[in-house]
C-alpha cells in the first residue's frame, strides 16, 4: 500500500488545505526572425497544496501554496433580490475582512456593505456571512451584526453549559449556524449555535478529542454520528459506519466523505456521498482527494480530475430529487519545476526534471511542422532516480534524442561504473546496455536504434536497442575517436588526413570521403548527406549530395550539426549562432540572446539543444521551468529512409503483431498497404510517425477483421513529409506471414 497524507481542516473560517496539480497550456506566438513560436513550462506532477480562503454563491477564491490567491466567479451567479445584514440568508455571498477591532463586510454580487466594531476585550472566533463570533474577557460568546444605523448588534450565546471549554469553531455549508466543539468534564462534544437568536444546542457528545465534523442547514455529522439540525430534544444521533477518511462536507441530504490515510498501491482516492436518510453511497469524483470543502450556500468544491496534469476544482451542488451534480469550475495552474537537461528530436520536446517523491520523470511536448506546441505535458518514462553525473557537465543527466521517440542517458551506479539509458517508447519501460564498468564517459552523436558512448577509459562503443523493449547490447566496440551515428552508419576519421569513413553497422562495409579537412578531425557530426568536421581552429561540412566542401565557423567553441545549419552558443555575449549553409555558402546570424543567467551551465543539452530531425532549437528562456521554440528558417532535407528493421514474423496476432520500424530523416505521415501473391490488397494501416520513426503494428487480418492467409506479402509504405517539404517517400518490400 502507498500511503497519501490526510489533509486537515483549520479550525477558524472553515478554510480547506488541499493538493493537486494540473498543466498549464503552452503560450504560443506568431513566428518572426528568432521570435519563438512557443513556449512551454515543465510542471511537477506532484499535487500542489491549495486552500480556500473564502467559498460562497457567486464564486470563490482558492489558493494553490504559497501563490497569491486566486478569485473565480460563477458565471450563472443571480444576486439576491435584497442583501444586507437583516437577511442572513443572503450572507453565503459576503466576504469578510478583518482589520484591529473592525470587520469590513462586502456582499460579493450586489456590492452593499456593512461594517462590524469589535467591542474592547473581545476576540474574534469565527466569521460566516454577516456574523461575527466573539469571546468576551470573561469566555462568554457573542454574535455580533451590524445594524441599520452603522451601529453594532451584540447577540449573548446562550445554552453553552456551564463550565464548558470551547476548543475550535467552524464554519460549514450554512450562514446561519456555526459549529463549536467543546470540551466539559474531559469529555468532548460538538454543538451549533443559531447566529440569529445565539441560541447553541449541543447534538453529539464525541468519542475522539477532534472529532472530524461536518454540517449544513439540515444535518449535522460529527465523530461519525449524524443528526438533524430539526430533531427534537433528546434526539440521539445514528452512528455511521466508520472509514479510514475524511467527513468533508453534507450537500443536501448527503455526506461527502474523500481523504482516506492510505489508498492501495496504482489506485486513486476518490469522493463518495452517502445519503443520510437511506446510507446509499456513490463515487461523486474519481480520483479526488484533497482541496475538498463545504461552500457558504450549502455546497462543496472539490478538486479531481483524469491525471495530475489535468487537476480540477469541481462545485457540486444539491440537485432537486436529492442527488448531487458536479461543474467544473477551474483548472489549477501547476508548480513550474527545473529543467536539468532538455532534448528535441522529430518534432518532439523532451524535459528531464523533478517527479513526486524526490524522483525523475522524462516528459514531451509535441511540436507541429512549425514547432509550435500542439499539446500538453505528457509522461515518456517511469519514476527515475537522480542521475550522477560529472563535475562540469552540461545537463544532468547528459541526453542524445535519436529521433524515434525515445532518448538515449547515461546513468552511473555507486561504483561508478556507467550503463547507457534508454526510454521513451512509454511511461513505464526502462532498458540499459552496460559499458563492462566503464565510467566518466560521453554520448556522442547518436540516432534512432544505435547510441554511441564514449568511455572514459578510451573504448567507444556502439550500443544497439532495436525495435522491442528489450535490454541493449554492445554491437560494435573500438579505441574512441571522433565519431557519429547516423542512420545505420558509422562517420569516424579515415587513415589518411581529412579522411571520414562511414562503416555500415549492419553489413560492415565501409565508404571513404575525401572531406578537405587539413588534420585528422577532432569532432565529427553526421545529419542526413552533411558531414561535419573540426579541427579546433578550422571546420567544414561536407555535403555528400553534392561532394562539396563548405567552410563554417570555428572561432567559439563546440557546434551542433543540424538539417542543413550549425548551431553555436557565444558564452561572452550569451547570443545563439546559427550558421546557415545549405546552398553551399555559409551565412551566421544571431538567433536568439539566450539570459544571462543560467539555469544549467552548459551548452546542448544544457541550455539549448536543436532537433536533427526537423530543425526547429529549444531553449531554456530564462523563467524557471520554461523552454522557448524557435524555428532555424533553413529549409529541411528531403523525406529518406536511413535505417529500418523489416522482418518476417514466426507468429502473428494481436499480442505478437509484425512491428516493422522505419527510420526517416524527419516526422512524416504514412501509409501502410500489405499485398498477397496474387495482387489483393488485405489491409491498409495509416499513422503519424513516432519521432521521425514509422512503426505500425500489423495483427495479421485484412481491412475486414478476417484473419489473413498464411504466405509471402508485398509491402508498400508511402510516407508525406509532415512539414510539407520535398516529396513523398515510397519504399517496398517483402515479408512472409506464418
Same mark, same amino acid.
Given at each position: 500500500?502507498?500511503?497519501?497524507?490526510?489533509?486537515?481542516?483549520?479550525?477558524?473560517?472553515?478554510?480547506?488545505?488541499?493538493?493537486?496539480?494540473?498543466?498549464?497550456?503552452?503560450?504560443?506566438?506568431?513566428?518572426?526572425?528568432?521570435?519563438?513560436?512557443?513556449?512551454?513550462?515543465?510542471?511537477?506532477?506532484?499535487?500542489?497544496?491549495?486552500?480556500?480562503?473564502?467559498?460562497?454563491?457567486?464564486?470563490?477564491?482558492?489558493?494553490?501554496?504559497?501563490?497569491?490567491?486566486?478569485?473565480?466567479?460563477?458565471?450563472?451567479?443571480?444576486?439576491?433580490?435584497?442583501?444586507?445584514?437583516?437577511?442572513?440568508?443572503?450572507?453565503?455571498?459576503?466576504?469578510?475582512?478583518?482589520?484591529?477591532?473592525?470587520?469590513?463586510?462586502?456582499?460579493?454580487?450586489?456590492?452593499?456593505?456593512?461594517?462590524?466594531?469589535?467591542?474592547?476585550?473581545?476576540?474574534?472566533?469565527?466569521?460566516?456571512?454577516?456574523?461575527?463570533?466573539?469571546?468576551?474577557?470573561?469566555?462568554?460568546?457573542?454574535?455580533?451584526?451590524?445594524?441599520?444605523?452603522?451601529?453594532?448588534?451584540?447577540?449573548?450565546?446562550?445554552?453553552?453549559?456551564?463550565?464548558?471549554?470551547?476548543?475550535?469553531?467552524?464554519?460549514?455549508?450554512?450562514?446561519?449556524?456555526?459549529?463549536?466543539?467543546?470540551?466539559?468534564?474531559?469529555?468532548?462534544?460538538?454543538?451549533?449555535?443559531?447566529?440569529?437568536?445565539?441560541?447553541?444546542?449541543?447534538?453529539?457528545?464525541?468519542?475522539?478529542?477532534?472529532?472530524?465534523?461536518?454540517?449544513?442547514?439540515?444535518?449535522?455529522?460529527?465523530?461519525?454520528?449524524?443528526?438533524?439540525?430539526?430533531?427534537?430534544?433528546?434526539?440521539?444521533?445514528?452512528?455511521?459506519?466508520?472509514?479510514?477518511?475524511?467527513?468533508?462536507?453534507?450537500?443536501?441530504?448527503?455526506?461527502?466523505?474523500?481523504?482516506?490515510?492510505?489508498?492501495?498501491?496504482?489506485?486513486?482516492?476518490?469522493?463518495?456521498?452517502?445519503?443520510?436518510?437511506?446510507?446509499?453511497?456513490?463515487?461523486?469524483?474519481?480520483?479526488?482527494?484533497?482541496?475538498?470543502?463545504?461552500?457558504?450556500?450549502?455546497?462543496?468544491?472539490?478538486?479531481?480530475?483524469?491525471?495530475?496534469?489535468?487537476?480540477?476544482?469541481?462545485?457540486?451542488?444539491?440537485?432537486?430529487?436529492?442527488?448531487?451534480?458536479?461543474?467544473?469550475?477551474?483548472?489549477?495552474?501547476?508548480?513550474?519545476?527545473?529543467?536539468? *537537461?532538455? &532534448? #528535441?528530436? %522529430?518534432?518532439? /520536446?523532451?524535459?528531464? =526534471?523533478? !517527479?513526486? +517523491?524526490?524522483?525523475?520523470?522524462? $516528459?514531451?511536448?509535441?511540436?507541429?511542422?512549425?514547432?509550435?506546441?500542439?499539446?500538453?505535458?505528457?509522461?515518456?518514462?517511469?519514476?527515475?532516480?537522480?542521475?550522477?553525473?560529472?563535475?562540469?557537465?552540461?545537463?544532468?543527466?547528459?541526453?542524445?534524442?535519436?529521433?524515434?521517440?525515445?532518448?538515449?542517458?547515461?546513468?552511473?551506479?555507486?561504483?561508478?561504473?556507467?550503463?547507457?539509458?534508454?526510454?521513451?517508447?512509454?511511461?513505464?519501460?526502462?532498458?540499459?546496455?552496460?559499458?563492462?564498468?566503464?565510467?566518466?564517459?560521453?554520448?556522442?552523436?547518436?540516432?534512432?536504434?544505435?547510441?554511441?558512448?564514449?568511455?572514459?577509459?578510451?573504448?567507444?562503443?556502439?550500443?544497439?536497442?532495436?525495435?522491442?523493449?528489450?535490454?541493449?547490447?554492445?554491437?560494435?566496440?573500438?579505441?574512441?575517436? *571522433?565519431? &557519429? #551515428?547516423? %542512420?545505420?552508419? /558509422?562517420?569516424?576519421? =579515415?587513415? !589518411?588526413? +581529412?579522411?571520414?569513413?562511414?562503416? $555500415?553497422?549492419?553489413?560492415?562495409?565501409?565508404?571513404?570521403?575525401?572531406?578537405?579537412?587539413?588534420?585528422?578531425?577532432?569532432?565529427?557530426?553526421?545529419?542526413?548527406?552533411?558531414?561535419?568536421?573540426?579541427?579546433?581552429?578550422?571546420?567544414?561540412?561536407?555535403?555528400?549530395?553534392?561532394?562539396?566542401?563548405?567552410?563554417?565557423?570555428?572561432?567559439?567553441?563546440?557546434?551542433?550539426?543540424?538539417?542543413?545549419?550549425?548551431?553555436?552558443?557565444?558564452?561572452?555575449?550569451?547570443?545563439?549562432?546559427?550558421?546557415?549553409?545549405?546552398?553551399?555558402?555559409?551565412?551566421?546570424?544571431?538567433?536568439?540572446?539566450?539570459?544571462?543567467?543560467?539555469?544549467?551551465?552548459?551548452?546542448?543539452?544544457?541550455?539549448?539543444?536543436?532537433?536533427?530531425?526537423?530543425?526547429?532549437?529549444?531553449?531554456?528562456?530564462?523563467?524557471?521551468?520554461?523552454?522557448?521554440?524557435?524555428?532555424?528558417?533553413?529549409?529541411?532535407?528531403?523525406?529518406?529512409?536511413?535505417?529500418?528493421?523489416?522482418?518476417?514474423?514466426?507468429?502473428?496476432?494481436?499480442?505478437?503483431?509484425?512491428?516493422?520500424?522505419?527510420?526517416?530523416?524527419?516526422?512524416?505521415?504514412?501509409?501502410?498497404?500489405?499485398?498477397?501473391?496474387?495482387?489483393?490488397?488485405?489491409?491498409?494501416?495509416?499513422?503519424?510517425?513516432?519521432?521521425?520513426?514509422?512503426?505500425?503494428?500489423?495483427?495479421?487480418?485484412?481491412?475486414?477483421?478476417?484473419?489473413?492467409?498464411?504466405?509471402?506479402?508485398?509491402?508498400?509504405?508511402?510516407?508525406?513529409?509532415?512539414?510539407?517539404?520535398?516529396?513523398?517517400?515510397?519504399?517496398?518490400?517483402?515479408?512472409?506471414?506464418?
Amino acid at each position: 500500500m502507498s500511503r497519501s497524507r490526510r489533509l486537515v481542516h483549520t479550525a477558524v473560517g472553515g478554510v480547506v488545505a488541499l493538493s493537486c496539480t494540473v498543466l498549464s497550456a503552452p503560450a504560443q506566438a506568431a513566428p518572426d526572425a528568432g521570435e519563438p513560436v512557443g513556449t512551454v513550462r515543465l510542471v511537477t506532477e506532484k499535487r500542489v497544496t491549495v486552500d480556500y480562503p473564502w467559498a460562497g454563491a457567486s464564486g470563490f477564491q482558492y489558493r494553490p501554496g504559497t501563490t497569491s490567491v486566486t478569485t473565480v466567479d460563477y458565471p450563472d451567479a443571480v444576486p439576491p433580490a435584497h442583501a444586507g445584514p437583516d437577511d442572513l440568508a443572503s450572507g453565503t455571498d459576503v466576504v469578510n475582512t478583518r482589520s484591529g477591532q473592525t470587520v469590513t463586510q462586502k456582499h460579493r454580487s450586489t456590492g452593499v456593505t456593512a461594517t462590524v466594531t469589535i467591542p474592547s476585550g473581545h476576540a474574534v472566533r469565527a466569521t460566516v456571512g454577516w456574523s461575527v463570533l466573539t469571546m468576551d474577557g470573561t469566555g462568554a460568546l457573542h454574535v455580533l451584526r451590524a445594524a441599520a444605523d452603522g451601529t453594532t448588534t451584540d447577540t449573548p450565546v446562550t445554552g453553552l453549559p456551564a463550565g464548558a471549554r470551547p476548543v475550535y469553531y467552524r464554519t460549514g455549508g450554512s450562514v446561519g449556524r456555526l459549529a463549536i466543539v467543546y470540551v466539559l468534564d474531559d469529555k468532548t462534544s460538538v454543538g451549533l449555535v443559531d447566529l440569529a437568536d445565539g441560541a447553541f444546542r449541543t447534538y453529539v457528545n464525541a468519542d475522539e478529542a477532534t472529532p472530524q465534523l461536518a454540517f449544513n442547514d439540515r444535518w449535522l455529522v460529527a465523530d461519525w454520528k449524524a443528526i438533524r439540525v430539526d430533531a427534537g430534544p433528546g434526539t440521539e444521533p445514528t452512528a455511521l459506519t466508520r472509514t479510514d477518511a475524511q467527513l468533508e462536507a453534507v450537500v443536501g441530504d448527503r455526506l461527502l466523505i474523500g481523504n482516506p490515510t492510505f489508498v492501495v498501491g496504482g489506485t486513486e482516492a476518490a469522493l463518495a456521498a452517502r445519503s443520510l436518510p437511506t446510507g446509499a453511497t456513490s463515487t461523486v469524483l474519481t480520483s479526488s482527494f484533497g482541496g475538498i470543502g463545504p461552500t457558504l450556500d450549502g455546497g462543496a468544491l472539490a478538486t479531481a480530475g483524469p491525471s495530475s496534469l489535468d487537476w480540477n476544482i469541481h462545485r457540486i451542488t444539491p440537485t432537486g430529487n436529492g442527488g448531487l451534480t458536479t461543474t467544473k469550475v477551474a483548472q489549477v495552474p501547476a508548480f513550474s519545476t527545473g529543467v536539468e *537537461a532538455l &532534448a #528535441v528530436a %522529430g518534432g518532439e /520536446l523532451f524535459l528531464y =526534471g523533478t !517527479t513526486p +517523491g524526490g524522483s525523475h520523470r522524462y $516528459n514531451s511536448f509535441q511540436l507541429d511542422a512549425a514547432g509550435k506546441p500542439t499539446g500538453s505535458q505528457t509522461r515518456r518514462s517511469p519514476g527515475l532516480a537522480a542521475p550522477r553525473c560529472l563535475t562540469g557537465d552540461a545537463a544532468c543527466p547528459q541526453l542524445e534524442a535519436l529521433g524515434d521517440g525515445r532518448v538515449a542517458s547515461l546513468w552511473t551506479d555507486t561504483d561508478g561504473r556507467e550503463a547507457v539509458l534508454n526510454v521513451g517508447l512509454d511511461t513505464t519501460t526502462v532498458v540499459n546496455a552496460p559499458t563492462d564498468g566503464d565510467s566518466a564517459g560521453r554520448l556522442a552523436g547518436s540516432s534512432g536504434r544505435y547510441a554511441l558512448y564514449n568511455g572514459g577509459s578510451g573504448t567507444q562503443r556502439i550500443t544497439d536497442f532495436p525495435r522491442a523493449a528489450t535490454s541493449g547490447t554492445t554491437t560494435l566496440t573500438r579505441a574512441r575517436t *571522433a565519431a &557519429a #551515428v547516423w %542512420g545505420q552508419t /558509422l562517420w569516424a576519421p =579515415g587513415s !589518411t588526413q +581529412g579522411a571520414v569513413t562511414g562503416r $555500415n553497422l549492419k553489413t560492415g562495409t565501409t565508404t571513404t570521403i575525401a572531406t578537405g579537412a587539413p588534420c585528422t578531425p577532432t569532432d565529427i557530426q553526421a545529419v542526413n548527406t552533411w558531414l561535419y568536421w573540426s579541427c579546433g581552429t578550422s571546420a567544414g561540412v561536407y555535403d555528400r549530395a553534392t561532394n562539396r566542401r563548405i567552410t563554417v565557423p570555428a572561432d567559439i567553441g563546440p557546434a551542433r550539426l543540424a538539417d542543413g545549419f550549425l548551431l553555436r552558443e557565444n558564452r561572452t555575449t550569451h547570443d545563439l549562432l546559427l550558421t546557415d549553409f545549405h546552398t553551399g555558402t555559409a551565412t551566421t546570424r544571431a538567433l536568439v540572446r539566450l539570459p544571462a543567467t543560467d539555469q544549467n551551465t552548459g551548452g546542448s543539452n544544457g541550455r539549448w539543444a536543436v532537433d536533427r530531425f526537423g530543425g526547429h532549437i529549444a531553449y531554456l528562456n530564462g523563467t524557471y521551468g520554461e523552454v522557448s521554440i524557435v524555428p532555424s528558417g533553413v529549409p529541411t532535407s528531403p523525406l529518406a529512409q536511413t535505417e529500418a528493421q523489416v522482418y518476417s514474423p514466426t507468429v502473428i496476432g494481436r499480442s505478437f503483431p509484425w512491428s516493422p520500424v522505419w527510420q526517416l530523416n524527419k516526422p512524416s505521415t504514412w501509409t501502410l498497404t500489405l499485398t498477397t501473391a496474387s495482387g489483393t490488397a488485405v489491409r491498409t494501416l495509416t499513422g503519424t510517425s513516432t519521432g521521425a520513426a514509422v512503426r505500425p503494428a500489423w495483427d495479421g487480418t485484412t481491412d475486414t477483421g478476417a484473419g489473413a492467409p498464411s504466405g509471402g506479402y508485398t509491402w508498400k509504405l508511402s510516407a508525406r513529409p509532415r512539414d510539407g517539404q520535398g516529396p513523398d517517400l515510397t519504399l517496398s518490400g517483402t515479408m512472409t506471414l506464418g
